[in-house]
């Protein structure tokens, strides 16, 4: 009985490497789930470690200047102040500068930026090391003590900023600052937590931030509010612990948010990360296993096709391509190539196949070019509006009697006219064709009468051969696309440019232009089929370019300075057109 289907060698072997590689691929896949979990609780308890220890330093940096007030109150300098006996008594006012210079270098004895106060109330006295509260005499002394850390806004350092403030009074007893013979108090700003934060983010996929129900959040210098603010919301209604972690999901992406109380401020400590970049090392060493996997694969497999191939793929690519020419397809290469006995021969039957398609093609393409060119050539240029409307417009101007009008119009008509239906001769002088598009020019400038045109070629430039018609399309592209949808006037430059190896004209308009999209489809189109959508004229200019130039010949777009569209003829000097014979009548 004869088997509905063999598998060849090749076949064979890559079942076989399947059935290997299957069983490494399940034990990898299902050990790896396991340690991916038991890693993600390790993760997990290591940054609510990390933000617990941040925590511990910041509330170290709080209680140190917990106990600036404490020593403050039994500094022997400020006894004697408060109580009116010794240098105080005889000199105040250098008992008071002694007393600030105290202050101030007990301010700057921590690493956080801070203010020292003495508040005497009896006295109406404000002693500091801030210079915009030292002096002053003014106080909020109705107010109550703040004998545990405040927040708060104020302008004590000359701008409203976040301010923590904590007092302690003499007696311990006073419930106000009226109430009390003196006030110690400290005070920092929200700056010190933030640069804090800022050193804990740093090299970290985090945003740690501060927060109290009621109060605005204090952020770190690079926060993203936005997220902050989502994040609260879904927190907001839910009771804290002073320690944990939670999953929240926040636009689509879930995040571990973890969170400490601070002792000292009451407030907590949350920092959010990714869930997704907290395990991307995790993942990335799955990602670089499987690949791994894939690529012993692809190169087991590719092993076998070598081995493979070396004897029936040359036999089998021969015998296509000979099938192939049999049937008439000149272009049938073979594209395998054996370091064996097989590269001589697939060698030298394409340098064969390559020589029988150049023998036969090159003589009919060359033909199928030239008549498809002049073809479109006359359909693209004459057309029938653009006679009618010229006719028209003599008509028009011979009922006005406007003489000079209907002559200008006749004679730059017929100039025209007689130079595009000539076709027997397509190569002409550069010179003969900027002499066209001036008439096309005039043209239509008698019937828009708001275009302006300059043309600035080199007097070198003018004797350079080009193929007929290979300019006017792009300047009547230029108007009907360009000019014609501007409400005012209009403006085509035309300019030459000439270097050793190449000849280039430049049309430049000021019209509507074309957006970078519809700029990027435009030249992909050039290398495409012509079709309607990009205009017979437009392709054949730059296939015919190509064709009779050689390589580095086109036709290139880009945007005009200040709107518009600049088109750029570019041909290689090197190559020469033949003159088919003098163009004149």
Not at 426 to 447: A, G, H, P, T
Not at 532 to 543: D, L, M, P, R
Request: some cysteine.
């Amino acid at each position: 009985m004869k088997l509905p289907y063999r598998l060849n060698i090749f076949s064979k072997i890559v079942v076989v490497l399947l059935v290997l590689l299957l069983p490494v691929l399940v034990l990898y896949t299902l050990s790896n789930r396991t340690t991916n979990q038991v890693v993600q609780d390790q993760i997990q308890t290591s940054n609510l470690n990390q933000l617990s220890f941040f925590l511990h330093q910041l509330d170290s940096h709080i209680e140190n200047l917990s106990m600036f007030p404490v020593i403050l109150a039994n500094d022997p300098y400020i006894r004697e102040f408060i109580d009116k006996t010794g240098a105080s008594l005889s000199d105040p006012m250098k008992a008071e500068a002694r007393l600030t210079e105290k202050l101030s270098l007990q301010s700057v004895s921590s690493g956080w930026s801070n203010d020292l106060t003495l508040v005497v109330p009896g006295e109406r006295k404000v002693v500091s090391s801030s210079i915009y509260m030292n002096g002053t005499g003014t106080w909020a002394w109705e107010d109550p003590i703040h004998s545990t850390w405040t927040y708060g806004f104020d302008s004590s350092r000359g701008t409203r900023m976040g301010t923590f403030i904590r007092e302690i009074t003499e007696p311990a007893n006073a419930k106000s600052v009226k109430q009390a013979n003196a006030v110690f108090e400290v005070r920092f700003p929200v700056q010190n937590i933030s640069d804090l934060l800022d050193i804990y983010k740093k090299d970290k996929e985090s945003d740690p931030f501060l927060y109290y129900p009621g109060y605005s959040p204090i952020f770190n210098s690079t926060s993203s509010k936005a997220m902050v603010d989502q994040l609260l919301h879904q927190l907001g209604g839910v009771p804290l612990n002073d320690i944990g972690q939670r999953e929240l999901v926040i636009e689509g992406q879930e995040y571990l948010v973890s969170y400490v109380k601070s002792t000292q401020l009451g407030w907590y400590l949350i920092d959010y990360v990714p869930v997704e970049k907290m395990l991307s090392p995790i993942t990335k060493t799955s990602h670089l296993f499987y690949i791994s996997l894939g690529l012993l694969l692809a190169l087991s497999v590719v092993a076998s096709f070598l081995l493979y191939r070396n004897v029936q793929i040359p036999l089998v690519q021969v015998i296509r391509s000979v099938q192939k020419m049999k049937r008439g397809d000149l272009s049938a290469r073979i594209e395998y190539r054996s370091k064996n006995e097989f590269d001589y021969l697939i060698q030298h039957f394409n340098e064969m196949a390559g020589q029988i398609q150049v023998l036969v093609e090159d003589v009919y393409a060359e033909k199928i070019r030239s008549r498809e060119a002049t073809l479109k050539q006359l359909q693209s240029q004459i057309h029938p509006h653009f006679l009618y409307n010229s006719l028209f417009f003599i008509i028009n101007s011979a009922e006005l009697e406007d003489r000079e009008a209907v002559v200008a119009m006749a004679h730059n008509l017929a100039e025209f006219y007689r130079y595009t239906t000539r076709v027997e001769n397509q190569s002409v002088r550069l010179k003969d064709e900027l002499d066209m598009v001036r008439n096309y020019l005039n043209i239509q400038n008698l019937r828009m009468q708001r275009l302006e045109y300059q043309i600035d070629v080199p007097e070198a430039m003018l004797g350079e051969l080009v193929p007929r018609l290979i300019l006017q399309p792009l300047v009547e592209n230029a108007i009907v696309h360009g000019i014609e949808a501007r409400m005012g006037g209009g403006r085509i430059r035309i300019t030459g440019e000439q270097t050793d190896e190449r000849n280039r004209l430049i049309v430049e308009d000021n019209g509507k232009g074309l957006s970078d999209p519809e700029l990027q489809q435009l030249r992909a189109r050039l290398q495409e089929p012509m079709s309607e959508e990009i205009g017979c004229g437009t392709w054949n200019v730059h296939h015919r370019l190509y064709y009779q130039f050689g390589e580095g010949s086109e036709l290139s777009f880009r945007h005009a300075e200040g709107g518009g569209l600049r088109v750029m003829l570019t041909w290689n000097r090197e190559r020469k057109l033949p003159m088919q014979g003098d163009d004149t009548l």
